[in-house]
Antibody, heavy 123, light 107 residues
Framework: EVQLVESGGGLVKPGGSLTISCAASGFTFNNYNMNWVRQAPGKGLEWVSSITSSSGYIYYADSVKGRFTISRDNAKNSLYLQMNSLRAEDTAVYYC????????????????WGQGTLVIVSS | DIQMTQSPSSLSASVGDRVTITCRASQAISNYLAWFQQKPGKAPKSLIYAASSLQSGVPSKFSGSGSGTDFTLTISSLQPEDFATYYCQQYNSYPYTFGQGTKLEIK
């Protein structure tokens, strides 16, 4: 059974940093591109970042570029999002999501999602 | 960036009804279009990918169609568990973008 479990969310002050994690199980992690998507309270879904299976290609939304860093450790079956210079507008539930096609070279949909971890940026 | 526009933003329907939600892309995205269902406090759930392919385990009451810029999600014979918010998403090019969501409520 595919499982994605996010952790590391919490309360952080504006300008602060936080790293959230996503532990994957039930599939061959190093075969799949991975993604982060966030959802501000009461709002819609916003794609944040994607990383290919071997970390060869990385993409960011303009809203986080230069502040967030996506990474993965295939030996630990884990995905990370390091968030720096956090702003109030980064407050959201952060979901990790698996690409639906293994070793996707072109765009792939998201098939499995974690339950999310809440990040609150407030003084 | 490709803008995704869903209509309607909200929809009231009754159990047993058939409903259709529309998603329009600001430029052609071939069939790189997915649909998700989200219930309050829960993670999104994949329903449809490649515009019309049903995700494994999703009942056939859900169907998708379209290509290029115009897409639809149809849900037949609504049941209480189908009342939720639905999102479309394009994955043709980065940045991936979502529609604003359609809230399906019980009439």
């Amino acid at each position: 059974e595919v499982q994605l479990v996010e952790s590391g969310g919490g309360l952080v002050k504006p300008g602060g940093s936080l790293t959230i994690s996503c532990a994957a199980s039930g599939f061959t992690f190093n075969n799949y591109n991975m993604n982060w998507v966030r959802q501000a309270p009461g709002k819609g879904l916003e794609w944040v970042s994607s990383i290919t299976s071997s970390s060869g290609y990385i993409y960011y939304a303009d809203s986080v570029k230069g502040r967030f860093t996506i990474s993965r450790d295939n030996a630990k079956n884990s995905l990370y999002l390091q968030m720096n210079s956090l702003r109030a507008e980064d407050t959201a539930v952060y979901y990790c999501a698996r690409a639906g096609v293994p070793a996707a070279i072109v765009g792939s949909h998201f098939d499995y999602w974690g339950q999310g971890t809440l990040v609150i940026v407030s003084s | 960036d490709i803008q995704m526009t869903q209509s309607p933003s909200s929809l009231s329907a009754s159990v047993g009804d058939r409903v259709t939600i529309t998603c329009r892309a600001s430029q052609a995205i071939s069939n790189y279009l997915a649909w998700f269902q989200q219930k309050p406090g829960k993670a999104p759930k994949s329903l449809i990918y490649a515009a019309s392919s049903l995700q494994s385990g999703v009942p056939s009451k859900f169907s998708g169609s379209g290509s290029g810029t115009d897409f639809t999600l149809t849900i037949s014979s609504l049941q209480p568990e189908d009342f939720a918010t639905y999102y479309c998403q394009q994955y043709n090019s980065y940045p991936y973008t979502f529609g604003q969501g359609t809230k399906l409520e019980i009439k």
